[in-house]
């Protein structure tokens, strides 16, 4: 099942105990500017016991365009990876486990 962001704003909000939706969306962008603004800069950003943003360079590659069956080349471009740690793994098999004893009964 997904959760817009809508959704997951509110349910930010709430637990929280924020304002408003928009604080809420205020306060998420600012993570995400801050963790962007620092990928300029480096290479990596480490966040204990969650994981690790990381600049990668993906190399161009073949590939075929279903449309035009015509081989193309992509061009090179960076992406950010996340490398989950292993306390962030647990957790989120531990909700997995929730949710599963949830629906047998």
């Given at each position: 099942?997904?959760?817009?962001?809508?959704?997951?704003?509110?349910?930010?909000?709430?637990?929280?105990?924020?304002?408003?939706?928009?604080e809420a969306k205020e306060r998420l962008d600012s993570f995400w500017k801050a963790l962007f603004?620092?990928?300029?800069?480096?290479?990596?950003?480490t966040i204990k016991d969650w994981g690790?943003?990381?600049k990668k360079e993906v190399k161009?590659?073949?590939?075929?365009?279903?449309a035009t069956r015509e081989m193309m080349i992509t061009e090179e471009?960076?992406?950010?990876?996340?490398?989950p740690r292993m306390k962030m793994i647990d957790k989120v098999n531990e909700l997995n486990t929730l949710i599963e004893e949830e629906y047998e009964h």
């Amino acid at each position: 099942e997904k959760m817009t962001e809508k959704e997951f704003l509110t349910l930010y909000k709430e637990r929280r105990n924020l304002k408003s939706i928009r604080e809420a969306k205020e306060r998420l962008d600012s993570f995400w500017k801050a963790l962007f603004d620092v990928l300029e800069e480096e290479e990596k950003v480490t966040i204990k016991d969650w994981g690790i943003f990381e600049k990668k360079e993906v190399k161009p590659r073949k590939i075929l365009n279903l449309a035009t069956r015509e081989m193309m080349i992509t061009e090179e471009k960076k992406v950010i990876k996340f490398k989950p740690r292993m306390k962030m793994i647990d957790k989120v098999n531990e909700l997995n486990t929730l949710i599963e004893e949830e629906y047998e009964h």
